[in-house]
C-alpha cells in the first residue's frame, strides 16, 4: 500500500514543480526542459538505464552500443518556424505549420505539448485550424524484448464518438474494436514512422493517437501522421527527425478548369475533385547536383516515404466533362506539389522539438548481427548462394534456402556459441546483398527475366458453379480467385464511424489464408494487412462501379489470395476485374495492377537505380521500394508507394510510372481475350427492378405497420425496398415475381383508376351477412352483394357460395360517388 500510495502523491509533486521548472527552462536549464518536455518519464529514464550499459557490455559481439542521439537538432528547420510559449507556468508550448492553398485558403496545423498526459515519455496534442483535435501519445518499454529480431512497434488510433457529438451505436454505447477506417489509418502512421527509427531498438514502442474533436468537413488520418511524429520526437527515441504527411486532392471548378493541387482538402473540395493523394516523407540533406549557386527549390530536400492515392468516384463522368484525367505524368505532379508542405510540416515538430530540448535517451541496440559474424557466413556461404538464388521455382528455392542456412548454422555455430540468430541474420544479409548486386550489375533476376518482364499470365471464368461470378487470376506463382456477389441495396454495408459516410455500396474483402505460402497459422478475422490490401483494390475498382441509378444491386467483391509470391493485391485488382464482368456489371472500364521495385547502389562510382515489374515476393523484401500502380488503359485509379531509402529523384519515379503502365495495358490486353465486357447476369443472381413513386404514396404503399408491403412479398416472393426519395427496388429470384410485384406496387402507387366493366381475379378477404369483400389489388377492395352472389338462386348464408381466401373472377359493376366499388361475378353474368 505505501508503494501505491507514494504513485498516486507522484504526480501531484510533479505537477507543482513543473512550473518553476518551465519558467526557468525559458531562460537556461537544459536539464529542466528535457523533464518538463511533455515526457515525464525522460527525465527518470537516464538513471533507469544505466544497467542496460552494463548488459551491453555482455552483448559486445553484437555490437549494440547504446548511444544518445537528438535527432531534433539536427533535422534542418526553416527560420520561419519557432516554438512558442503560450503558458510559462504550466510550460505549454505551440508551434504552427501554415499551409496556403492560394485560392482555396489557408489552413494551419498546431502542436501543442506541456498540457495533457504528462507521464507518457512524448504527448502531443494537434489541431487542425480549430475544431479537429486530436492526442498523440509514445511511450516505450523500459527494458528491451529479449530474444527478438524485429522492432516491436505497434501504432493504435482511438476513435472516439465524441469526437462527433454521437453516441456509439453499439449495444453498450461504448466504443469497441478499432473500425476500417481507424485501422487504415494506423497503417497510414506505420508505414512513414516505422523508418525513422534507429535499427536495433527492441524496447516495445507504442504510439496512441486519440481523435478527441473532428469537423465533419475534415479527415483526421493525414493530421494523425503528423501528431503521431511529433509525440516520438519528444519521446526521447532514437529516431532520424519527424514525418509529414499531407492528403492532396486535384481540384476541378469553373476557377480552376486545368485543376490545383489543394492540401488538407475539405470533404466538399474532395467531391470536387478528380484524384486524391495522400504523401508522408521527411526532410533531408539536400543533394547538391551540378556547379554554382541556385535558388533553392521549395520541398527539394524531402524523401519521399509513403504515398496511397485513388481517383475519386466520379472520376470518369469529369473526366468526360473536360476535367484533366489522373495519368502518370499527374499523379507524379502531385507527389511533387506535396514536398513543400511536408517540409513546413516538419520544421514545425522540429521547431517543438528543439523549443522543449527533446534530447535522445540511451536505449540499448541490437544490430542483426556482428561484423565478424557476416563475414564467416559470407565466406561460408556466398557461393553456394549464388547457384540458389538462380532457382525459378519459389518452393524449391525456399527449401534450398533453409537446408543452406542449416548447414551455415551447424558448421559456424561451435565458432561463435550463443549467436545463432546473428549467423541467421547475417545468411539472409549476404542473400540480400546477392541478389541485389546481381540486379544493379547484371540487370539478372532470380527467375531469369528481365527487369520489365511479366510472369506467365493466366486467367479462367466462371469457376465456382452457385456464385453470381468469379475468375481465377495467375501471374506466376502468385494466383487470385476473385467472387462477386450481388444483392438488393438495403444490403450495403452500414458505417458507424466518425466520418459523413454511413454505407457503402461497394465492399471489397480480402483474404490471405497462412496456405497460400506453404505455412500454417491462425485463421479467422482480417488482420491489419488483409483489411489495408482489400481497401487498396477496393480503392482501385471504385472509380468504376456503375452508379446505383446504371446499377441497382448491392456488390461484395472476394478477393481468395490461394498462392503468393509477389503482389496478391494487384492481382487481386485483376480477378475482381474479371469477376465482375462475368457477373455482368457494367463497369465504366477494366481496371489491371502491377507491382514495381527498386533496386538502388553504386556502380562504377555512380549512383544507379533499376526499377523492376511485376516483383517477386523475394525482390520486394530485397528491393528498396514497393510500388503498386492500377488503373485503366487511360489513366491510374490507385496507387501505393513504400520506400526504404531517403528519397527517390523525380525522373526516376516518373520512368517507374510509365514502366508500370506499360505493364498495365499488356496485362490488360489479356484480360480483354478472356472475357471482354459484362456478361449476361448468373441465373442464381436477384433480378432487381426500380420503379419511382410519389412521395406521398410511400406510406400507402407501407401500409398500417407494414401491412400492405408485407402482403405483396407474400403474394409475390418478391423482397421490396423503399428509398425516403419514392425509389422502389423489387427484388426477386426470377421474372415472373418481379413483374407481379411491380405490377401491385404501381397499382397503388401509380393507380389506374378502376372503371365499370373492369375485370379482376380477386381474391376474397371478409364475409358478411350482405355480401363478400373481393380484394382486387392491394389496398382496393370491392363488394359482391349476396343477392349477385346467385345468380338466379336465392342465397341464404354468404358462406354457402364463397369462403374466405377463395379466388374470384369479378367485374366492376358499378363505382358510387364515394369511390366504393360493387362487383358482380364473371360467371353469373
Same mark, same amino acid.
Given at each position: 500500500m505505501t508503494s501505491q500510495n507514494e504513485n498516486d502523491t507522484q504526480p501531484k509533486k510533479a505537477s507543482t514543480k513543473k512550473a518553476p521548472a518551465k519558467k526557468t527552462a525559458a531562460k537556461k536549464a537544459p536539464a529542466k526542459k528535457t523533464a518538463a518536455a511533455g515526457a515525464t518519464g525522460a527525465a527518470k529514464a537516464p538513471a533507469k538505464k544505466a544497467p542496460a550499459k552494463k548488459t551491453q557490455a555482455k552483448k559486445a559481439p553484437a555490437k549494440a552500443a547504446p548511444e544518445k542521439k537528438a535527432p531534433a537538432a539536427k533535422t534542418p528547420v526553416a527560420p520561419t518556424h519557432k516554438a512558442e510559449l503560450i503558458d510559462a507556468e504550466s510550460g505549454i508550448w505551440e508551434s504552427t505549420a501554415t499551409i496556403d492553398n492560394g485560392d482555396f485558403g489557408t489552413r494551419t496545423v498546431s502542436f501543442e505539448t506541456g498540457l495533457l498526459a504528462r507521464q507518457a515519455d512524448g504527448a502531443v496534442t494537434a489541431y487542425l485550424d480549430d475544431d479537429t483535435m486530436m492526442l498523440s501519445t509514445t511511450t516505450a518499454s523500459k527494458k528491451p524484448k529479449e530474444n527478438l529480431d524485429f522492432f516491436p512497434l505497434t501504432v493504435d488510433v482511438e476513435e472516439r464518438m465524441y469526437a462527433a457529438g454521437r453516441i456509439p451505436g453499439s449495444f453498450f454505447r461504448r466504443e469497441g474494436r478499432p473500425g476500417t477506417e481507424a485501422i487504415l489509418a494506423c497503417r497510414l502512421i506505420d508505414r512513414p514512422l516505422r523508418p525513422t527509427f534507429a535499427k536495433g531498438i527492441r524496447n516495445e514502442v507504442q504510439v496512441v493517437v486519440t481523435v478527441m474533436s473532428m469537423d465533419p468537413d475534415d479527415m483526421y488520418d493525414v493530421v494523425a501522421i503528423n501528431a503521431a511524429s511529433a509525440s516520438t520526437q519528444l519521446s526521447g527515441l532514437p529516431v532520424s527527425g519527424p514525418v509529414g504527411g499531407v492528403r492532396m486532392a486535384l481540384v476541378v471548378d469553373e476557377d480552376h478548369a486545368e485543376g490545383q493541387w489543394v492540401a488538407f482538402p475539405t470533404r466538399q473540395q474532395q467531391e470536387q475533385a478528380v484524384f486524391e493523394l495522400v504523401v508522408a516523407g521527411r526532410v533531408v540533406e539536400p543533394v547538391r547536383r551540378g556547379r554554382g549557386r541556385r535558388k533553392p527549390v521549395p520541398g527539394e530536400n524531402v524523401a519521399i516515404m509513403m504515398v496511397e492515392a485513388g481517383a475519386t468516384d466520379t472520376v470518369v463522368q469529369r473526366v468526360a466533362e473536360g476535367a484533366p484525367a489522373p495519368t502518370e505524368a499527374v499523379v507524379a505532379q502531385g507527389i511533387d506539389a506535396a514536398r513543400p508542405f511536408i517540409a513546413e510540416l516538419c520544421g514545425a515538430q522540429a521547431a517543438l522539438a528543439t523549443a522543449v530540448d527533446a534530447q535522445a535517451r540511451a536505449f540499448e541496440l541490437f544490430p542483426p548481427f556482428g561484423e565478424d559474424v557476416f563475414a564467416a557466413v559470407e565466406s561460408e556461404s556466398a557461393d553456394k548462394l549464388s547457384g540458389i538464388m538462380s532457382i525459378a521455382d519459389k518452393a524449391e528455392r525456399d527449401e534450398a534456402l533453409s537446408e543452406d542456412m542449416a548447414a551455415t548454422v551447424e558448421a559456424l555455430e561451435a565458432q561463435f556459441e550463443g549467436r545463432t540468430t546473428e549467423i541467421r541474420n547475417a545468411h539472409n544479409e549476404v542473400t540480400r546483398q546477392l541478389v541485389r548486386t546481381r540486379i544493379l550489375t547484371d540487370g539478372f533476376r532470380i527467375d531469369g527475366r528481365d527487369a520489365t518482364a511479366i510472369r506467365d499470365l493466366g486467367v479462367m471464368i466462371d469457376l465456382v458453379p452457385r456464385a453470381h461470378g468469379s475468375a481465377l487470376f495467375e501471374r506466376g506463382e502468385t494466383q487470385i480467385l476473385g467472387v462477386t456477389t450481388l444483392d438488393m441495396l438495403k444490403m450495403e454495408q452500414s458505417i458507424d464511424s466518425l466520418g459523413p459516410v454511413d454505407s457503402?455500396?461497394?465492399?471489397?474483402?480480402?483474404?490471405?489464408?497462412?496456405?497460400?505460402?506453404?505455412?500454417?497459422?491462425?485463421?479467422?478475422?482480417?488482420?491489419?494487412?488483409?483489411?489495408?490490401?482489400?481497401?487498396?483494390?477496393?480503392?482501385?475498382?471504385?472509380?468504376?462501379?456503375?452508379?446505383?441509378?446504371?446499377?441497382?444491386?448491392?456488390?461484395?467483391?472476394?478477393?481468395?489470395?490461394?498462392?503468393?509470391?509477389?503482389?496478391?493485391?494487384?492481382?487481386?485488382?485483376?480477378?475482381?476485374?474479371?469477376?465482375?464482368? @462475368?457477373?455482368?456489371?457494367?463497369?465504366?472500364?477494366?481496371?489491371?495492377?502491377?507491382?514495381?521495385?527498386?533496386?538502388?547502389?553504386?556502380?562504377?562510382?555512380?549512383?544507379?537505380?533499376?526499377? *523492376?515489374?511485376?516483383?517477386?515476393?523475394?525482390?520486394?523484401? +530485397?528491393?528498396?521500394?514497393? +510500388?503498386?500502380?492500377?488503373?485503366?488503359?487511360?489513366?491510374?485509379?490507385? *496507387?501505393?508507394?513504400?520506400?526504404?531509402?531517403?528519397?527517390?529523384?523525380?525522373?526516376?519515379?516518373?520512368?517507374?510510372?510509365?514502366?508500370?503502365?506499360?505493364?498495365?495495358?499488356?496485362?490488360?490486353?489479356?484480360?480483354?481475350?478472356?472475357?471482354?465486357?459484362?456478361?449476361?447476369?448468373?441465373? +442464381?443472381?436477384?433480378?432487381?427492378?426500380?420503379?419511382?413513386?410519389?412521395?406521398?404514396?410511400?406510406?400507402?404503399?407501407?401500409?398500417?405497420?407494414?401491412?400492405?408491403?408485407?402482403?405483396?412479398?407474400?403474394?409475390?416472393?418478391? @423482397?421490396?425496398?423503399?428509398?425516403?426519395?419514392?425509389?422502389?427496388?423489387?427484388?426477386?429470384?426470377?421474372?415472373?415475381?418481379?413483374?407481379?410485384?411491380?405490377?401491385?406496387?404501381?397499382?397503388i402507387a401509380n393507380p389506374q383508376l378502376p372503371k365499370v366493366g373492369d375485370r379482376y381475379l380477386g381474391t376474397v378477404v371478409k364475409t358478411t351477412a350482405f355480401g363478400a369483400f373481393v380484394s382486387l389489388l392491394p389496398g382496393k377492395d370491392g363488394l359482391i352483394h349476396i343477392s349477385n352472389l346467385g345468380g338466379d338462386r336465392r342465397v341464404e348464408k354468404v358462406e354457402d357460395e364463397v369462403s374466405v381466401g377463395q379466388a374470384l373472377e369479378v367485374e366492376i359493376a358499378d363505382i358510387d360517388n364515394r369511390g366504393k366499388i360493387s362487383l358482380v361475378l364473371v360467371d353469373a353474368n
Open positions: 457503402k455500396r461497394y465492399i471489397h474483402h480480402y483474404n490471405f489464408p497462412p496456405y497460400s505460402t506453404g505455412e500454417t497459422g491462425r485463421v479467422g478475422s482480417p488482420k491489419r494487412r488483409e483489411i489495408g490490401h482489400g481497401a487498396l483494390a477496393e480503392r482501385a475498382l471504385l472509380p468504376v462501379i456503375p452508379s446505383r441509378e446504371e446499377f441497382p444491386y448491392a456488390i461484395r467483391q472476394v478477393s481468395e489470395a490461394l498462392s503468393s509470391n509477389g503482389s496478391t493485391s494487384m492481382g487481386s485488382v485483376c480477378a475482381s476485374t474479371l469477376s465482375l464482368y @462475368n457477373a455482368g456489371v457494367p463497369l465504366k472500364a477494366p481496371v489491371a495492377g502491377i507491382a514495381m521495385g527498386l533496386v538502388t547502389g553504386e556502380v562504377d562510382g555512380k549512383e544507379s537505380y533499376v526499377t *523492376l515489374t511485376d516483383i517477386l515476393g523475394a525482390e520486394d523484401a +530485397f528491393g528498396d521500394m514497393d +510500388f503498386k500502380v492500377a488503373g485503366t488503359a487511360d489513366y491510374v485509379t490507385a *496507387l501505393q508507394l513504400d520506400t526504404k531509402v531517403d528519397g527517390i529523384p523525380s525522373d526516376v519515379l516518373v520512368a517507374a510510372l510509365a514502366q508500370a503502365r506499360s505493364a498495365r495495358l499488356e496485362i490488360l490486353s489479356t484480360m480483354g481475350e478472356a472475357v471482354a465486357g459484362p456478361e449476361e447476369m448468373s441465373e +442464381f443472381a436477384p433480378r432487381i427492378t426500380t420503379v419511382s413513386v410519389p412521395q406521398n404514396k410511400i406510406g400507402e404503399l407501407i401500409g398500417p405497420k407494414g401491412k400492405t408491403i408485407n402482403q405483396i412479398t407474400e403474394e409475390t416472393g418478391a @423482397n421490396i425496398s423503399i428509398e425516403d426519395d419514392g425509389t422502389v427496388f423489387i427484388s426477386a429470384s426470377d421474372g415472373k415475381a418481379a413483374d407481379a410485384a411491380v405490377d401491385k406496387v404501381n397499382s
